[in-house]
């Protein structure tokens, strides 16, 4: 039987309808403080930019707002879009989170903008990049964190010398080849992006580089999760995710819409389509459907961890799920996870964990 995975929080800080940002990062700490109870690993926030319905733009000030409100839980980013910073200026703030929260704080990095054209503009003055951009950055990166070699110009202070762990986060192979060559852990974005899961992941732990951060290879996979107590109402949760998926995909994108009993007139076929692509990674439903599909899930990938985010509109019932899953995780860890799944058994299992409503 497949090790059980760990399990962690990532978070949006969503912004629901009629709500504003004070309301999503006061909910964000609260479910952080719930976590931390439930047994979850860490807590982490993401970096996006210009999206109505994301508080987490400024996500190094969201990290200390939430690790100065909890006490053992990691904190960390999932993640930093390091080509819209400079390498330095990320070093002095995770510097600084580490050196407020020593052991706690957790630095994932990523290469996509977090936001559209103008926006990557308006960040970075300029649209100009290579391939080679990213890797260069997280090298010049990972320097600053080491202790300073006689004659250095340039420190991180804070920053030198401290244990910031690093992760590689990717949707694709570029990620995966990166981290193995590195060395360093790799969570993959399958809670949106799972079209090379399997193969992302083949390629990491197939080209792993042991190094002195990390031995043996470590995969985080996303998952998003609406649980409920009856099937039916972790469909009608899912909604809302499915209707924020509908205007990525129309470029509409705005506050978390509230949950509806049918997503029917809301999309297209073509749309529809295209969302339970994108959402495949879901595990829906009872804590009993919610046991069965990430069994499934954690024995086609294997992940050693599990990232699980659930854009749900009620609070209550946000914090509702993550206490499910949190238990359902408990008991996967205590042996009671599925056997004699296959890798091909991904797919199904996220088509079968992502009921359409009624």
């Known amino acids: 039987m497949t090790r059980p995975p760990e399990y962690s929080v990532l978070d949006l800080a969503p ?19 719930q976590a931390e109870r439930w047994g979850y690993k860490r807590f982490w926030l993401a970096e996006h930019h210009n999206i ?27 993640g930093v879009m390091l080509p819209n910073h400079a390498p330095l200026v990320i070093a002095e703030q995770f510097g600084t989170l580490a050196s407020l929260y020593p052991g706690r704080i957790d630095l994932g990095l990523g290469r996509a903008p977090g936001g559209d054209r103008q926006t990557t503009y308006a960040l970075r003055r300029s649209l100009e990049s290579t391939e080679g951009d990213f890797p260069r950055d997280v090298a010049e990166l990972r320097s600053y964190f080491r202790p300073a070699a006689p004659g250095q110009a340039v420190r991180a202070i804070p920053g030198e010398g401290l244990d910031v762990p690093i992760w590689i986060l990717g949707s694709s192979d570029f990620g995966a080849r990166l981290a193995a060559e590195l060395g360093l852990p790799f969570a993959f974005a399958s809670h949106f992006a799972p079209d090379y899961l399997l193969q ?16 043996e290879p470590r995969v985080m996979i996303g998952v998003n999760a609406f649980a409920a107590e009856t099937d039916a109402e972790g469909a009608r949760l899912f909604t809302s995710l499915q209707q924020a998926f509908v205007g990525l995909v129309r470029g509409r994108r705005g506050l978390l819409q509230p949950p509806v ?29 919610i046991r069965r599909s990430l069994g499934v899930i954690v024995e086609a990938t294997k992940a050693d961890e599990l990232m699980l985010t659930g854009q749900i509109f009620d609070h209550a019932a946000r914090l509702r799920s993550f206490e499910i899953v949190a238990r359902v995780c408990a008991e996967l860890a205590d042996g009671q996870m599925g056997r004699g799944t296959s890798a091909a058994d991904v797919h199904a299992a996220g088509a079968a964990a992502s009921p359409a409503p009624r």
């Open 200 to 215: 992302a992941l083949s390629l990491y732990r197939d080209n792993f580089r042991p190094s002195e951060s990390l031995a």
């Open 15 to 33: 912004i629901r309808e009629g709500d504003t940002p004070a309301d999503a990062l006061r909910n964000s700490l609260d479910l952080a403080r």
């Open 261 to 289: 009993e049918s997503m029917d007139g809301l999309w297209t076929p073509a749309e529809r389509m295209q969302v339970e692509r994108m959402t495949r990674i879901s595990v829906v439903g009872s804590p009993d459907s």
């Open 52 to 78: 109505p319905g994301i508080a987490s733009a400024a996500t190094a000030v969201v990290i200390g707002h939430v690790a100065g409100g909890t006490s053992r839980i990691r904190v960390g980013a999932g």
